[in-house]
């Protein structure tokens, strides 16, 4: 029996804007994030969600609450749906990072990788927990339709690893901005990605606003 699954990266923030490594650091909802939250809401409101699941985390609560409240169903949080966990930077600028460990922010940017920050999770890690929690997650909802709120790192790790593409290829498809919708299908203990990091419909709305 098939599965429906959404998987959606939480709304921008303080921190976002910032440009923070927030990982379970937690910080506000911007005004844009706001606006963001209405958009998911509106272009998910016709699907039937039978269970909603976030990560303990605040910002990924708030982006899913409309929906949770619309399906008239309770937030399940699950600490194993946090963000990667970024050691002793966790909540620091890229800024200030950057003046102590420079080759950080220049390994990500030439892997797409985070390492070398002293008492960090790894990126394997971080799959690891989100593919355990994730498939925990359907395997007792077999049949029903999931949403689950998460995280940039924390996603795409858990995408790729059900596709085994490492991190360097394809940094752009598989990127997850605020409120990317990521809808798969899981059957016979196997995941079909239907959506992958979708933000089309926020630049249709946008398109639908131009044209009036």
């Given at each position: 029996m098939k599965s429906r699954l959404f998987i959606v990266r939480h709304t921008e923030t303080v921190g976002?804007?910032?440009k923070r490594l927030t990982g379970r650091q937690d910080y506000e909802v911007t005004q844009n994030g706001?606006?963001?939250i209405n958009k998911l809401t509106e272009e998910l409101k016709n699907i039937k969600f039978d269970?909603?699941?976030?990560s303990t985390s605040k910002r990924a609560i708030k982006t899913v609450e409309p929906l949770a409240i619309l399906n008239k169903v309770n937030i399940e949080e699950k600490e194993d749906l946090c963000e990667m966990y970024f050691g002793i930077y966790d909540g620091w600028k890229w800024e200030d990072v950057n003046k102590i460990q420079p080759e950080i922010k220049q390994n990500q940017n030439r892997i797409n990788e985070i390492y070398g920050i002293p008492?960090?999770?790894t990126m394997q890690q971080v799959a690891e927990r989100m593919y355990n929690c994730i498939?925990?997650?359907?395997?007792?909802?077999i049949g029903k339709t999931i949403l689950i709120s998460s995280h940039g790192v924390a996603i795409e790790a858990f995408i790729r690893k059900i596709v085994n593409r490492p991190f360097r290829e394809?940094?752009?498809?598989?990127?997850?901005?605020?409120?990317a919708i990521n809808e798969l299908v899981f059957e016979d203990n196997n995941y079909q990605i239907i959506q992958l990091a979708n933000i089309e419909y926020l630049k249709k709305e946008l398109e639908d606003q131009l044209c009036l």
């Open positions: 976002n804007i910032e706001s606006l963001l269970k909603i699941y976030s008492k960090q999770e498939t925990e997650i359907v395997l007792n909802n394809d940094r752009e498809k598989f990127c997850q901005y605020n409120v």
